[in-house]
């Protein structure tokens, strides 16, 4: 090998060049395992789905995918209620992805769909540390029809966070009033800035770019040492639209 360097120094030069490409095709998985990644979601591809149905459209002027419930699920929730449609876990997982602790950003916009129950509320938010069977999670989620209600109760709604399957938003209400709530201006349908931050048992969301949090989480459900993938996360009677998701650490 010594002879090749010294006396054939173009074909080191492409040999390197070779060593580089299976190099970097062989990190493909590793990127994802090290919590970094951009996620355009021009179309539907990459998603596993869990309830929902998910299509690539352009929305606002935006390229996205729209995620709605499925249709299965919206037929059995005719015979649910509006808490019990909440306990199904629906979203969409984005693959290969698997974080414990960073950033996440994305743009997010959720309005109530046609013909949804009086509840509904437009919920749209992002889920992280997705167990596989996408029922264990932490999720930071907003309600837009809340943001501009006229009554200030609602509006103190307008942001959530819920850790399933135990800690829902319905318990974490009456057990612990306000502390995993928050206001935040919103309106429905409107493409929104979110960002969380996760570190161990902290979590933070902001909002439309705000220096400060929206909403501040200091025991975060899964742990410090929680890990799990990220999800597209909607709630009953919801139309929503992503895009642009970007991870780091």
Same mark, same amino acid.
């Given at each position: 090998m010594?002879?090749?360097?010294v006396d054939?120094?173009a ?6 060049r070779?060593?580089?490409v ?10 994802a395992?090290?919590?970094e990644?951009?996620y ?6 990459g ?10 459209v ?10 709605t419930?499925?249709d299965?699920s ?5 015979q ?28 997010v916009?959720?309005?109530p769909a046609?013909g ?19 029922k ?24 959530q ?10 318990r ?19 493409? *929104?800035?979110?960002?969380l931050?996760?570190?161990?048992? *902290? ?15 200091n025991?975060?459900?899964t ?27």
């Open positions: 010594r002879n090749v360097a054939r120094p074909n080191v030069t492409r040999l390197a070779l060593a580089l299976v190099t970097t095709v062989g990190l493909a998985p590793v990127v395992r090290s919590q990644g951009s355009s979601l021009a179309t539907a591809q998603l596993r789905l869990h309830d929902v149905k998910v299509e690539a352009t929305y606002a002027g935006k390229r996205g995918v729209r995620v419930i499925s299965e919206r037929r059995q929730d005719q649910l209620s509006v808490n019990q449609q909440s306990q199904r876990e629906t979203m969409a997982v984005i693959e290969g992805t698997d974080f414990t602790n960073g950033v996440i950003e994305a743009e916009a959720g309005e046609s949804a129950g009086e509840g509904a509320r437009g919920f749209v938010g992002i889920a992280f540390r997705v167990q596989p069977d996408a264990t999670y932490d999720a930071f989620y907003l309600r837009p029809t809340n943001g501009r209600a006229t009554d200030q109760v609602r509006r103190n709604h307008s942001a966070y819920i850790s399933h399957p135990a800690w829902t938003w319905d974490l209400r009456r057990e612990t009033p306000e502390r995993y709530e928050s206001y935040v201006d919103l309106v429905p349908g409107a493409w *929104t800035r979110i960002r931050e996760v570190r161990g048992d *902290t979590a933070r969301l902001f909002v439309h770019g705000q220096e400060q949090p929206t909403l501040l989480v025991d975060v459900k742990g410090a040492q929680g890990r799990g993938a990220i999800a597209l996360w909607i709630g009953p009677g919801t139309v929503a639209h992503f895009r642009d998701v970007r991870v780091r650490r």
